[in-house]
């Protein structure tokens, strides 16, 4: 594949403006879970999204309810653009048992198997062999789905991304491989970690096509993606996706992001991905101020209620903690 640019094609309204209200609720979510870490009702390591919101929502336009989804630690975006409803999200991260993993998996573990998302990996590039695993199952049962496996461009530097992108290629597996260079693994700037930065070159070696994506742009980010999808649906082969964003906020609420500067972060605040495209609506008549109120009272209410459903939730029972955590032996 060539590189892929879009800059303003035409879209309809509706889905011009469900692709504007998914990536505000994404936003909205991240900024309402950072308040709530800030209170103490979050606990444990909370990775934002924020500024990345293209590329999840983007990509899952391409992807069909058959398809496998498998994500990095970093994947709220992911996880309500696939479906799993912000309600379920956020008791996940209270720790309570109506959350999307019962309680057990918190922030970095989001899972939903009747929407085929298999997780939120904690361990950096741990969820990519998994994803190499689901791809074959499919192929030998003759499952019509492909794998879509998203990761950040410090995974590139883990021994898994080139096992996985190896096996891949030689069983010729339905994998998307989508990675998400947002510049930083953690702190370590990607000309500090790779002596190639061109990801998306690197499939060259296990001679997978490949493409690199403005990631700050919803519409090159979904007309890519469904591009690649077709081509790992129909032929059966893997494909890598590299786009190129950048998260606003530090790599966890821990982290004091003293790595960049925040001219830099000021500088990318210019290409936010939700404001370019309320531009884009405008400019083509399709977004005026009663659809932008609408979609923020949407929002709004989706977020409370969301909140609400975490604080009225239940802890896991006492007698069963330990419930599919060890199997008990035999005498």
């Not at 500090?192 to 070159?201: G, K, V």
Request: proline share 4%; glycine share 8%.
């Amino acid at each position: 594949m060539e590189d892929t640019k879009v800059l303003e094609p035409k879209i309809s309204k509706p889905h011009g403006l469900q692709l504007l209200r998914e990536m505000i609720l994404i936003r909205r979510f991240e900024e309402k879970s950072a308040e709530l870490y800030s209170e103490g009702k979050i606990r444990g390591f909370l990775h934002l999204y924020i500024g990345e919101e293209a590329v999840a929502v983007g990509a899952m336009q391409a992807l069909q309810p058959q398809d496998n989804v498998v994500a990095s630690y970093r994947e709220h975006g992911q996880a309500i653009a696939r479906g799993i409803t912000p309600d379920a999200i956020m008791a996940e991260m209270y720790g309570k048992v109506n959350g999307c993993s019962r309680g057990r998996g918190g922030s970095m573990h989001l899972f939903d198997a009747s929407l085929r998302f298999y997780g939120g990996y904690a361990i950096v590039g741990g969820g990519m062999p998994i994803a190499v695993g689901l791809a074959l199952a499919d192929k030998m049962q003759k499952r019509p789905a492909i794998t879509a496996c998203f990761f950040g461009d410090g995974a590139v530097a883990e021994g898994e991304f080139h096992e996985s992108l190896n096996l891949a290629a030689l069983w010729k597996l339905p994998v998307l491989f989508l990675c998400e260079n947002n510049l930083y693994a953690m702190g370590t700037a990607l000309n500090r970690h790779q002596s190639n930065t061109d990801i998306a070159f690197k499939a060259a070696a296990y001679s997978i096509p490949s493409a690199s994506v403005d990631g700050m742009n919803i519409l090159a980010v979904e007309d890519a993606t469904r591009h690649a999808a077709e081509i790992v649906r129909n032929e059966e082969c893997p494909l890598l996706l590299e786009f190129r964003t950048y998260r606003f906020r530090a790599h966890s609420m821990y982290d004091p992001d003293l790595y960049r500067t925040k001219e830099e972060i000021e500088e990318w605040k210019k290409r936010d991905p939700i404001s370019t495209f309320q531009n884009i609506l405008s400019n083509q008549g399709l977004l005026n101020d009663a659809d932008t109120a609408e979609i923020e009272r949407f929002v709004e209410k989706e977020i409370s209620a969301a909140v609400k459903f975490a604080e009225a939730g239940e802890w896991e029972a006492e007698e069963v903690c330990f419930n599919d955590v060890y199997t008990p032996r035999s005498l």
